[in-house]
């Protein structure tokens, strides 16, 4: 059974994937990948994601230049969850413009926003359009 075989996939064929950071252990997104997207992340050692809203493969980094180096992929106990261990090239791996997707902490009934944006979304897109 190969690699790809070994993991439960989801009705749609995708499976969760959580990117984390390699050195500080920071949860910095979660997206979705299908067989093709996983096993070119595993070819070509960066992250790619399968993009629902999409309907296509997603290149993290892309539209951003904030590539996911892969330094390690990891497949949990029930086969249905992986983890990319990445290196994130930019230091912003949300579209928002800050470090992580997760900057929402929940505090006395509500959330309340912890990180700050690192750089205007507007002027990332921006930037890497016109190169």
């Not at 252990?25 to 979660?30: C, P, S, T, V, Y």
């Not at 993009?51 to 590539?67: D, F, I, P, Q």
């Not at 992929?73 to 290196?87: H, N």
């Amino acid at each position: 059974m190969s690699w790809l075989e070994q993991i439960n996939w989801n009705e749609d064929g995708l499976v969760p994937a959580i990117a984390q950071d390699y050195k500080t252990g920071r949860i910095l997104m979660m997206a979705w990948m299908n067989r093709e997207s996983l096993q070119l992340t595993a070819r070509e050692q960066r992250a790619i994601y399968w993009s629902r809203s999409r309907g296509r493969l997603w290149r993290k980094g892309e539209e951003s230049g904030h590539v996911q180096k892969l330094h390690e992929l990891l497949l949990d106990c029930d086969a249905d969850v992986v983890v990319l261990l990445v290196e994130q090239l930019g230091g912003i791996a949300c579209h928002t413009g800050r470090e992580s997707c997760f900057y929402r902490v929940f505090e006395n009934g509500d959330w309340k926003i912890v990180d700050p944006v690192l750089k205007d979304p507007h002027a990332i897109y921006a930037e890497h359009k016109h190169e």
